[in-house]
């Protein structure tokens, strides 16, 4: 194939055949993010939809004619979890596996998420729909196979790719990078070369969002005395006041206290919590920096991106960068500019960089 | 960083309004007004903007773009959707005047009906009563008739009532038979109409279901959802003209033979 032909081709896409004779009125890029917490996509038609990796089925009959629905999906199957069989697939940024019924019923809830972070993508039924979907890195060979049959249910032609990757290629950042992406079940952090990043160039963490709030939720029990609170209440309030480094308003907090709200000030609680994931992250990058060509090292602590749910921690970069300083010389982290769609946007860039002939093969 | 964005938009759109009341606009003689919410302007203009942006982006930020032609690119994709809005309005519109049709149709195809299904069963009783009064009044008379005949010829053989017996016998079983032939003939003229009513009957049946049908669908404001259109009419693909060209292409051949490999495994599986 000439480096002519990557580009498009529309007689070969004309020639195809089955129903495709009926989709030529366009075609649709898909690029998702399947994350533990958020599932993201974003689309050539520029729809861009992040829903809340959960999915519930009604427990019995009745709760299904109360809901009206079959499934539910995301904010509102948690909202009303009581009524329902809810299914978080995904864990550690992996499906999460096991044996008998719940193995497949998160299979079956993680097919049923992807279909519909698809469907939120509004594709004509006219138009070819090819999709790019960001896996976790360390996802295993079982889990992609799983994703990827689910996908094909809802698209024509489908690939994976590596999440961190995804974000990068967004960027136009394919040389000489380190790619932090914290999410809720993982951290991953990738090193770039201008190739496809190996094993060797990736090391997953479990401090990412999932860990600080178990690690908020046991401060929280030691500052706030005789306070009542679950680990979700701790999940929202990490997502609106998360902060690692600079000032910050006083945060203060209303937890029940023998059924009374009683406010509670946890500025500094937060702020030295949050901070915990900062040295395993830069012990990781250090390491991906040990192991690069000398040469460039120094480069590559230069050309660091923060992407992912927990890069919205207020001051992270600043913070990380702080502790490069100190633990490995230099740092340079940029943030990306928007941390729930980075992986969606990179896997979208990807899909439209794709050859046809590519996309043809994976029908 | 959206919500200040929209907001901006708004206060900008704002901006090149003006204010005014429901009894000044009276007095310049404007009784109706057509109101666009400041919400769908500010969002068409944003979707306007992100989408030309994306647009772009996607293509890969070109340097040498003017303003002007961003602008301009803006300003196509915004009528481009103020466009679709205003035919999802008139598809909105068509609708409930579909809605109002198709309610006198179904009433209309109703009356119908009935009408014909009356109009069948009178048919049918018709054919019966007047084939029993005529039967009656034949045979009445045909007796009649003979026995004034044998009356007269009575005084010669006195064997008259035997005589009248055979020929009334004879007369009467041909007579049948004639009728035989005859309502044969009818019943088959009969069966003709009312099958061709019956087929009409089975059409405005069909007619009056399907009206029913989109009745129902345009009661409950369903409008099928088509999706939104994506700014590619075709396959994209690396541009030759990238800077990174190779180093994206060989990227791209190894995500492809990574997920080939995945893929014919899994349907191999």
Not at chain 2, 80 to 93: M, W, Y
Request: charged fraction near 30%; glycine fraction near 8%; hydrophobic fraction near 35%.
């Amino acid at each position: 194939m000439t480096d002519e032909q990557m580009s498009a081709n529309p007689e070969s896409q004309a020639q195809s055949g089955g129903s495709d004779s009926e989709k030529k009125h366009g075609v649709l890029y898909i690029g998702v993010d399947l994350g533990t917490s958020r599932t993201s996509i974003s689309a050539s038609n520029g729809v861009r939809e992040t829903v809340a990796s959960a999915v519930g089925y009604p427990k019995d009959v009745v709760a299904m004619k109360l809901l009206g629905k079959e499934v539910l999906f995301g904010d509102e199957a948690l909202q009303k979890r009581l009524s329902l069989n809810l299914y978080k697939p995904l864990e550690h940024g992996v499906l999460k596996s096991g044996d008998g019924e719940d193995s497949e019923g998160n299979l079956r809830a993680a097919k049923d998420l992807l279909k519909e972070a698809i469907r939120l993508a509004k594709a004509r039924k006219d138009e070819l729909v090819y999709a790019v979907i960001g896996a976790p890195a360390q996802a295993s060979i079982h889990n992609k196979k799983a994703i990827i049959e689910a996908a094909r249910e809802s698209v024509d032609s489908v690939m994976l790719c590596s999440e961190p990757f995804a974000v990068a290629y967004g960027l136009d950042w394919l040389e000489d990078v380190l790619v932090i992406d914290i999410g809720a079940g993982t951290t991953d952090l990738c090193r770039m070369h201008g190739t496809m990043p190996e094993d060797a160039d990736q090391i997953t963490l479990n401090y990412a969002g999932d860990y600080l709030d178990r690690e908020l939720f046991k401060a929280f029990q030691e500052a706030c005395t005789g306070a009542d609170f679950t680990i979700n209440m701790v999940k929202e309030i990490k997502e609106k006041y998360a902060y690692v480094s600079g000032s910050s308003e006083t945060i203060t907090v209303h937890f029940p206290v023998a059924g009374k709200p009683t406010p509670f000030e946890v500025t500094e609680v937060v702020k030295n919590t949050c901070k915990k994931i900062i040295p395993p992250i830069v012990e990781a990058l250090g390491s991906l920096v040990a192991s690069f060509d000398p040469e460039f090292q120094e480069r590559l602590k230069g050309r660091v991106l923060l992407a992912g749910g927990g890069s919205l921690i207020r001051g992270l970069d600043r913070a990380i960068e702080d502790e490069m300083r100190e633990k490995l010389g230099s740092g340079r982290v940029v943030r990306i500019e928007e941390p729930i769609y980075g992986g969606a946007n990179g896997a979208l860039k990807i899909a439209h960089d794709m050859p046809e002939d590519f996309w043809e093969k994976l029908k | 960083m959206a919500r200040g964005i929209k907001k901006k938009i708004q206060q900008a759109v704002r901006k090149l309004s003006y204010r005014t009341t429901v009894d000044q606009l009276k007095k310049k003689g404007i009784n109706r007004v057509n109101v666009v919410g400041i919400d769908r302007i500010s969002a068409l203009i944003e979707t306007a903007v992100h989408r030309t942006l994306k647009a772009r982006m996607a293509l890969g930020f070109d340097p040498d773009l003017t303003h002007g032609e961003i602008a301009n690119e803006t300003r196509a994709e915004f009528l481009r959707l103020l466009r679709n809005k205003e035919s999802l309005k008139k598809v909105q519109k068509e609708t409930e005047e579909e809605k109002e049709s198709l309610k006198s149709q179904v009433g209309k195809l109703q009356e119908e009906l009935q009408t014909l299904q009356r109009e069948i069963e009178e048919k049918r009783q018709r054919f019966v009563r007047e084939e029993r009064v005529r039967t009656a009044a034949e045979d009445e008379a045909l007796v009649q008739a003979v026995q004034e005949l044998l009356g007269k010829i009575d005084s010669g053989t006195g064997k008259a009532a035997e005589i009248q017996e055979e020929l009334l016998a004879l007369f009467l079983g041909r007579l049948e038979e004639e009728r035989k032939r005859v309502r044969a003939q009818k019943e088959q003229e009969l069966r003709k109409e009312v099958d061709l009513l019956n087929r009409r009957l089975h059409k405005v049946t069909q007619t009056l279901d399907q009206t029913e049908g989109r009745l129902q669908q345009a009661l409950s404001g369903q409008v099928e959802d088509l999706g939104v259109s994506s700014i590619y009419k075709e396959v994209q693909g690396l541009s030759s003209s990238d800077p990174e060209f190779k180093k994206k292409k060989s990227l791209m051949t190894s995500i492809f033979e990574a997920n080939l490999e995945l893929q014919k495994g899994s349907s191999s599986a």
